[in-house]
């Protein structure tokens, strides 16, 4: 089963960063990902940019509403993604876990089973 962990934190603290913390971070998150990847079960990974840079579309009764800048009214921001082939729910735990303890932030890592609108779009597809 895929499962997509999505990664919350405060984006103004982890936009404070120096270029050398950022860059140890990094490292520390790429160590975890290396174990999943070299047994092939490591999907996209993705960071996000702020949520300054962010557009939504809100539908409404007429025309979509196009916006600029933040979108959600929230403490953490939406900061990234991992997807991950793992076998059931509690080695996606697991995993979260590792990618907690590599990272100093205070947020959090959504973990959701993911299903496809189009599998055959996809290699991570499975039968």
Avoid at 37 to 63: D, I, Y
């Amino acid at each position: 089963m895929l499962y997509a962990i999505l990664c919350y934190d405060y984006e103004d603290a982890v936009g404070q960063w120096s270029d050398e913390e950022d860059a140890a971070v990094m490292a520390r998150l790429d160590a975890v990902l290396q174990k999943v990847e070299k047994s092939g079960r490591l999907g996209p990974v993705a960071r996000l940019l702020p949520t300054t840079a962010a557009t939504t579309l809100r539908k409404s009764a007429g025309e979509p509403l196009i916006i600029d800048g933040p979108f959600a009214e929230t403490k953490e921001q939406f900061l990234g993604f991992y997807l991950v082939d793992c076998a059931d729910l509690n080695e996606a735990i697991a995993f979260s876990k590792e990618l907690a303890e590599a990272n100093p932030g205070n947020g959090s890592y959504e973990i959701r089973p993911v299903g496809y609108v189009r599998p055959q779009a996809t290699e991570y597809a499975r039968e």
